[in-house]
């Protein structure tokens, strides 16, 4: 026979385990990425090139060093013995084995504050696409005897305009800032943060280049 004592104890059990709800069956998903606006064929593998940023260049700086008109990319740009190895190792690491069709680009560009000699922050870009292999040359060529073709997916030197762009954006509305040749093409006419022209490049790249060719809409 129970006690009252054990008794009492059973019903303060029933009554809290009555009282706390049953855990979850699973972890609520998480939010899935926006669609990015182009062919995934087009974008760098995020788990190799996530990006990196040169801790040198920051918000409080631009001034001094890429929105000033005295300020150069060679500064920062590693020599062709680093380059050279670092390209060996990422055409490895993505499987390529063709170097003349590619180049090896920086996803966030050292004009907008790249990392310039970080393997996460560089891979092959091609000038054309799989089904249109082009040399960079090639790919110009057909460019000016193709304006406004979707016929060849976008490469690297579509993505160059829209470094450029990123960059006019970050140092518009500073005083005599140094600005892109693209300006007069596509002028800025938003101000956006430096990170925040990093993320677009990181992010998806080829969103800007579409709002650029949409009447110079801004990438903010």
């Not at 084995?97 to 922050?121: F, M």
């Not at 970050?170 to 800032?177: E, S």
Request: with cysteine; hydrophobic share 35%.
């Amino acid at each position: 026979m129970r006690t009252p004592l054990a008794l009492t104890a059973l019903v303060l059990i029933a009554f809290a385990v009555a009282a706390d709800p049953p855990p979850p069956s699973h972890a609520p998903a998480l939010p899935s990425p926006p669609p990015k606006a182009g062919a995934a064929e087009i974008y760098p593998d995020s788990t190799r090139t996530p990006g990196a940023t040169n801790t040198n260049i920051k918000q409080s700086n631009i001034k001094s060093n890429i929105c000033n008109k005295g300020w150069s990319t060679d500064s920062v740009r590693p020599g062709t013995g680093v380059t050279k190895r670092i390209k060996r190792e990422t055409m490895a690491a993505y499987g390529f084995t063709d170097a003349t069709h590619y180049e090896l680009d920086h996803l966030i560009s050292l004009q907008n504050g790249g990392c310039p000699a970080c393997v996460e922050n560089l891979w092959p870009e091609a000038y054309g696409d799989v089904g249109h292999p082009m040399k960079q040359n090639e790919r110009a060529a057909w460019n000016r005897a193709h304006p406004g073709s979707t016929d060849v997916l976008p490469g690297a030197l579509e993505k160059d305009m829209v470094e450029s762009h990123i960059h006019d954006e970050i140092c518009f509305g500073i005083p005599n800032a140094k600005m892109s040749s693209l300006k007069k093409k596509f002028p800025p006419t938003v101000t956006i943060t430096l990170a925040r022209g990093q993320e677009i490049l990181t992010t998806d790249w080829y969103s800007c280049y579409l709002k650029m060719m949409d009447g110079n809409k801004p990438c903010d």
